[in-house]
């Protein structure tokens, strides 16, 4: 494709954390969100308790701060041990999405090709004439890319640059 006129965006920032609390930059402020930081204490203990955290596909990140006779890298420490399962388990299904996206592209013979990887986003070239078809595709192997108790909600974009969709 040397003249690609659409660009997907797929973004999965709802993945794992609700838009509010990601933009809001305050995780303290949990009011709205029963449970959160009760499981926040209970992962941190957890971690304490086993030097380590786990994602939600069982990726494990050992945290050696959390033994440190420093208390700001113990505190350190912890905030590895509440981002890990969020920020890891997001970029644990964004993975095995794009390779599900990948076979898919492949089997049904589209041009359109997946060009990059921005966080909990998807960037895709496109031809005009598949951009519906892999906006419904790709929307429906992000949201279903793992069984959660919680819906899993995926914005799409389409433009001809990425600011445009965005």
């Not at 930059?25 to 030097?51: F, K, M, P, S």
């Not at 113990?74 to 990948?102: F, H, W």
């Not at 078809?133 to 192997?141: C, F, G, I, P, Y």
């Amino acid at each position: 494709m040397a003249n690609p006129e659409r660009l997907i965006l797929v973004d999965g920032s709802a993945l794992i954390i609700p838009r509010v609390l990601r933009h809001s930059g305050d995780i303290q402020d949990l009011r709205a969100y029963r449970g959160v930081r009760e499981w926040l204490d209970r992962t941190i203990a957890q971690a304490h308790e086993n030097g380590y955290v786990t994602t939600i596909l069982g990726r494990r990140r050992y945290i050696a701060e959390l033994a440190s006779n420093s208390f700001m890298e113990r505190l350190y420490g912890e905030r590895i041990a509440a981002n890990t399962p969020i920020q890891g388990s997001a970029a644990d299904l964004c993975k095995v999405a794009m390779i599900a996206v990948a076979g898919r592209l492949g089997s049904e013979r589209l041009e359109t090709r997946m060009l990059l990887q921005i966080h909990d986003e998807l960037l895709f070239e496109s031809p005009p004439a598949e951009v519906e078809q892999v906006s419904a595709l790709v929307r429906e192997e992000m949201e279903h890319v793992h069984p959660l108790d919680v819906p899993l909600v995926v914005d799409v974009g389409v433009g001809a640059n990425w600011a445009e969709a965005h």
